[in-house]
């Protein structure tokens, strides 16, 4: 493939990363969304539909591991690095969701924060950021 292109699919996925950033109140379901901009620490978490909140937080998490995943197959070209990348995205799902459910359910005041960030891991394509480095780095070497 082409610099140029490659350069121009990759700009063109992180665009359609940023839209579903942009859109997520419009797209997603989150109530928690406008709690943490708020002085949450003075509030109790809001009510929750448990099952449409996960569903949508499982939906985000999704749409971003898989444009996160075809980024780095525009990068990199190697099915192992494809195959690595997917079964990383599937434990870290598995692991922050556990994660998110326990501290949803018996969060108290002072673990408001582990919840925040754990949403944030989930609900954001950070991984992205850590993988790209990893894998350049891999290659060189």
Do not use: Q
Not at 88 to 99: I, R
């Amino acid at each position: 493939m082409n610099k140029i292109i490659k350069i121009g699919v990759v700009l063109l996925l992180t665009f359609l990363l940023v839209l579903i950033r942009f859109f997520e109140s419009n797209l997603f379901y989150d109530p928690l969304y406008y709690y943490f901009k708020s002085n949450y620490t003075n509030l109790p978490i809001p009510e929750v539909e448990t099952i449409k909140f996960i569903g949508n937080i499982t939906v985000r998490f999704l749409m971003n591991a898989i444009v996160s995943v075809t980024i780095l197959w525009v990068l990199f070209k190697s099915w192992s690095i494809i195959k690595l990348s997917s079964i990383l995205y599937g434990l870290f799902f598995v692991f922050l969701m556990m994660v998110f459910c326990f501290l949803l359910f018996y969060s108290d005041s002072k673990n408001l924060f582990a919840l925040f960030y754990v949403r944030r891991f989930l609900i954001h394509p950070l991984l992205l950021l850590v993988l790209i480095p990893a894998f350049y780095f891999h290659k060189t070497n």
